[in-house]
């Protein structure tokens, strides 16, 4: 079976440009999660999404949006680049359960952003 | 921020030691989850140990969770070089609604 599919694997803007990155998830999950690890640390939780509506949502700027389609894929977009946004974009999916607690979370490769 | 801290930063050992990593928390959980990331690629789920669980063993894994002292450990046994990567302990807090908060990781490095 198919893992978690991310697109691009790499990618180089410049200051101000705009960014969508897109993620597949497995077959049969429903919730899509998106993290941002820079280089040297832990992956930082951006959003989460569940049938269509976004879940959670971690401590990042307006400047980061995403959004979830009906067959489960997700894009995340990032406006005004800043140097900062440089880092390891990782989407993740998992099985959701009635008790909305976070189960596995099955990782795609990432896609490497470079701002410059 | 970050919820789960990772103990040591970085570890080297032979192959065929043992390795053995810590990770601290400071809120209440429903699980802690441990992952490993090779060459800063995608993250592999390694296990999951609910809170009401003490020990879970998979394959030369064990994992081991002290709800009192917010803290877990996870054990490598008879280490080979393959598993060179960098572990991550994961949390998902009650009181945080819903994400997973990743630590900063420990870096292994099995020599041959």
């Known amino acids: 079976d198919a893992g978690v599919t991310q697109s691009p694997t790499h990618l180089i803007k410049t200051r101000g440009q705009h960014v969508t990155l897109r993620c597949s998830p497995i077959?049969?999950?429903?919730?899509v999660s998106w993290y941002q690890q820079v280089l040297g640390q832990g992956p930082q939780f951006i959003f989460q999404?569940?049938?269509?509506?976004?879940?959670g949502r971690g401590n990042f700027p307006d400047r980061f949006s995403a959004r979830q389609f009906p067959n489960y894929s997700s894009e995340l977009n990032v406006n005004a680049l800043l140097l900062g946004d440089s880092a390891l974009y990782l989407c993740a999916s998992s099985v959701d359960n009635k008790w909305r607690s976070q189960e596995t979370q099955y990782f795609g490769p990432g896609t490497r952003l470079l701002v410059l | 921020s970050q919820q789960g801290e990772e103990d040591p930063q970085a570890l080297s050992i032979q192959e065929g030691e043992n390795a053995t990593m810590n990770c601290s928390y400071k809120t209440s959980i429903n699980n802690l989850q441990w992952y490993r990331q090779n060459s800063g690629r995608g993250l592999v789920h390694l296990i999951l140990?609910?809170?009401?669980?003490r020990e879970k063993h998979s394959g030369r894994l064990r994992v081991t969770l002290d709800t009192s002292k917010k803290s877990s450990s996870l054990l490598i046994t008879a280490s080979r070089a393959a598993d060179t990567a960098s572990y991550f302990c994961a949390t998902d807090e009650r009181a945080a609604g819903n994400k997973l908060t990743f630590g900063g990781g420990t870096r292994v490095l099995v020599k041959p």
């Open positions: 999404y569940y049938e269509k509506e976004e879940r």
């Open positions: 140990i609910r809170s009401n669980e």
């Open positions: 077959s049969g999950h429903k919730s």
